[in-house]
């Protein structure tokens, strides 16, 4: 969707912050310019609050935000990467906000890594507080999280599933979940 013109100039109209995530190869151009897209006006056919066919003005959306997670060339979260992104956001006059997703490509598909991931994270953070960098350009990461780990498949009698596992995504449990907020929140 972070190519999509339709979304981009639906993004250009929300009141709220919107993340636009890298390309499944990992390319971050295609989220940068759906920011800048997202931060200019638009217009184009749309629906109304009374569900007709409409024209519809926006006025920008500037409160956007690059989300990286990963790609088929590998994991994007290190320091590096995310230096080098934050460096291309703000040669695009845009303010260099990163979230990033410890889950899909940036743990390897496998739920257990994202603690790997989100603790780099925390340490980056850390080390931007320690260097007096002020505001990591990290603004927050995202957990795959259940009340139980790992993930089910739908069965066709759904009396048969687990309570609390995931029928999407493999999910780290909320035990784990809970001991790295513990964790972040002692560092930070």
Same mark, same amino acid.
């Given at each position: 969707?972070?190519?999509?013109?339709?979304?981009?100039?639906?993004?250009?109209?929300?009141?709220?912050?919107?993340?636009?995530?890298?390309?499944?190869?990992?390319?971050?151009?295609?989220?940068?310019?759906?920011?800048?897209?997202?931060?200019?006006?638009?217009?184009?056919?749309?629906?109304?609050?009374?569900?007709?066919?409409?024209?519809?003005?926006?006025?920008?959306?500037?409160?956007?935000?690059?989300?990286?997670?990963?790609?088929?060339?590998?994991?994007?979260? &290190?320091?590096?990467?995310? /230096?080098? @992104?934050?460096? +291309?956001?703000? #040669?695009?006059?845009? !303010?260099?906000? $990163?979230?990033? *997703?410890?889950?899909?490509?940036?743990?390897?598909?496998?739920?257990?890594?994202?603690?790997?991931?989100?603790?780099?994270?925390?340490?980056?953070?850390?080390?931007?507080?320690?260097?007096?960098?002020?505001?990591?350009?990290?603004?927050?990461?995202?957990?795959?999280?259940?009340?139980?780990?790992?993930?089910?498949?739908?069965?066709?009698?759904?009396? &048969?599933?687990?309570?609390? /596992?995931? @029928?999407?995504? +493999?999910?780290? #449990?909320?035990?784990? !979940?809970?001991? $790295?907020?513990? *964790?972040?929140?002692?560092?930070?």
């Amino acid at each position: 969707t972070t190519e999509s013109q339709t979304h981009r100039q639906m993004a250009s109209g929300l009141s709220t912050p919107v993340g636009f995530k890298n390309s499944t190869d990992g390319n971050t151009r295609v989220p940068i310019d759906a920011m800048l897209s997202a931060a200019n006006p638009h217009t184009f056919l749309g629906i109304n609050e009374a569900g007709e066919t409409s024209i519809v003005a926006t006025t920008g959306n500037r409160d956007t935000h690059l989300i990286l997670r990963g790609g088929s060339q590998g994991e994007n979260y &290190d320091e590096s990467e995310v /230096v080098r @992104v934050a460096s +291309a956001l703000e #040669d695009a006059g845009l !303010t260099p906000r $990163l979230m990033v *997703d410890c889950s899909h490509a940036n743990s390897r598909k496998d739920h257990m890594r994202q603690v790997v991931v989100w603790s780099d994270l925390i340490n980056q953070i850390v080390r931007a507080r320690e260097r007096g960098a002020g505001q990591s350009m990290i603004l927050g990461a995202m957990l795959e999280s259940h009340l139980n780990a790992g993930r089910q498949n739908i069965l066709e009698d759904l009396a &048969d599933l687990q309570y609390g /596992v995931s @029928v999407t995504d +493999a999910c780290i #449990d909320w035990q784990t !979940t809970e001991q $790295l907020l513990r *964790d972040a929140y002692a560092q930070l």
